[in-house]
């Protein structure tokens, strides 16, 4: 049976991302992060394949990410603003948690659900850190596409890529609000 909880959806409806650069120390703690992990590895996961992980990137670790970001921009021949926004959010960064997607073998589970179920736990962590009061953004960016950064930063295999980096930290000022979906312009009614 399921029970009714207007608190979440109310949440759910209310919920608003926090721009990254807003966030501010403290970070959560590692006692304060884990029940954020637990909630979003509740996530749909068909054939329960768990098709993704974590990897905790604590402030110690930004130095290091935004260097290997500026190298591999240079590589790549990006503008120096692109390497300059990829840095930023770990210049600015004070905890983010790299949802990775893991690539499972499985003759029922196609690889697409795999990757929405990654997607799943990244909003999942998302809301999770929003729901206990933390400010919380999911970013990515090209660097978390290229293979060469994934290897070097993360020590992602073969099989892996990065689903998203949810930055958690404290809220540093409120967002203003911006225009929502129009769902009647999205929304189509089958009912034969």
């Known amino acids: 049976m399921s029970l009714k909880n207007p608190a979440a959806l109310d949440f759910l409806l209310s919920r608003r991302s926090r721009p990254a650069k807003t966030l501010v120390a403290p970070a959560p703690s590692r006692d304060e992060l884990l029940p954020l992990l637990t909630a979003a590895a509740r996530s749909p996961d068909h054939g329960k394949l768990e098709p993704w992980r974590f990897i905790v990137l604590e402030k110690g670790a930004m130095p290091r990410l935004s260097a290997l970001t500026r190298d591999r921009g240079i590589a790549l021949g990006k503008s120096p603003e692109e390497i300059a926004k990829a840095c930023s959010q770990f210049d600015m960064g004070h905890l983010a948690v790299a949802v990775i ?11 697409i659900e795999q990757t929405y179920s990654a997607g799943a736990v990244c909003l999942a962590l998302l809301n999770a850190a929003l729901a ?6 999911w970013l990515s960016g090209w660097q978390t596409h290229d293979r060469a950064f994934c290897q070097q930063a993360l020590g992602l295999g073969d099989t892996e890529r990065v689903a998203g980096l949810i930055h958690i ?3 540093g000022a ?7 979906p129009d769902i009647d312009a999205l929304t189509q009614w089958v009912s034969e």
Not at 132 to 137: F, L, S
Not at 174 to 180: I, K, L, M
């Open 101 to 111: 997607e893991i690539q499972k073998p499985s003759d029922k589970v196609p690889a």
């Open 132 to 137: 206990a009061g933390w400010g919380a953004n």
């Open 169 to 171: 930290a404290t809220e």
């Open 174 to 180: 409120q967002p203003p609000e911006r225009p929502r």
